[in-house]
T-cell receptor, first 113, second 114 residues
Framework: DGGITQSPKYLFRKEGQNVTLSCEQN?????MYWYRQDPGQGLRLIYY???????QKGDIAEGYSVSREKKESFPLTVTSAQKNPTAFYLC????????????FGPGTRLTVT | GENVEQHPSTLSVQEGDSAVIKCTYS??????FPWYKQELGKGPQLIID?????GEKKDQRIAVTLNKTAKHFSLHITETQPEDSAVYFC?????????????FGRGTSLIVHP
């Protein structure tokens, strides 16, 4: 089956620790995205990557970092500099740069205490 | 940048009734308007979309209308069923340097009572 996988589904961390969220796709999509979802806030763009070895900041990139070393993978690191990291994180992909339709993964719920 | 407003935030209907969710956008250059359905604990899934050269699009019980002059678009669900209960997001996609990153509304929680 083709699709986007995110792991783990639930993640717990202590304040001050960095944590990396996994996102993998086997759709052969060039573009990948990370969103943060908070109650009543919709989806806010953290980072996106149009192609391997390239990525751009979204609207709320502060405290986050990404890498895109492989086409299939776009991991997101939530650093200790992110002031309010507890949220639901969604990864998405689209066929190519300039393509509209996005396909979303199932999400990772991160809780930092 | 683009700004998308979505209303209502919560919509409660009886099974069989129609449901309408409305969105407005700010930038007239936006040219793609998708609607996503998100079930509890899952990622959003595209249910219907419309491009700026079309005024209306239907897919079975779901339809979307677009008014470019007024800069608003709406999702219509007819003959609602309990499985339609979910959070629905609208988005507007603004072409910027060749990229089409959408701006999302805040979501509407639709509850369909049996």
């Amino acid at each position: 089956d083709g699709g986007i996988t995110q792991s783990p589904k639930y993640l717990f961390r202590k304040e001050g620790q960095n944590v990396t969220l996994s996102c993998e796709q086997n759709l052969n999509h060039d573009a990948m995205y990370w969103y943060r979802q908070d109650p009543g806030q919709g989806l806010r763009l953290i980072y996106y990557s149009q192609i391997v070895n390239d990525f751009q900041k979204g609207d709320i990139a502060e405290g986050y970092s990404v890498s895109r070393e492989k086409k299939e993978s776009f991991p997101l690191t939530v650093t200790s500099a992110q002031k309010n990291p507890t949220a639901f994180y969604l990864c998405a992909s689209s066929i190519s740069y300039g393509t509209h339709e996005q396909y979303f993964g199932p999400g990772t719920r991160l809780t930092v205490t | 940048g683009e700004n998308v407003e979505q209303h209502p935030s919560t919509l409660s209907v009886q099974e069989g009734d129609s449901a309408v969710i409305k969105c407005t956008y700010s930038d007239s250059a936006s040219n793609y308007f998708p609607w996503y359905k998100q079930e509890l604990g899952k990622g959003p899934q595209l249910i219907i979309d419309i491009r700026s050269n079309v005024g209306e699009k239907k897919d079975q019980r779901i339809a979307v209308t677009l008014n470019k002059t007024a800069k608003h678009f709406s999702l219509h669900i007819t003959e609602t069923q309990p499985e339609d209960s979910a959070v629905y997001f609208c988005a507007a996609s603004l072409p910027s340097g060749g990229s089409y990153i959408p701006t999302f509304g805040r979501g509407t929680s639709l509850i369909v009572h049996p």
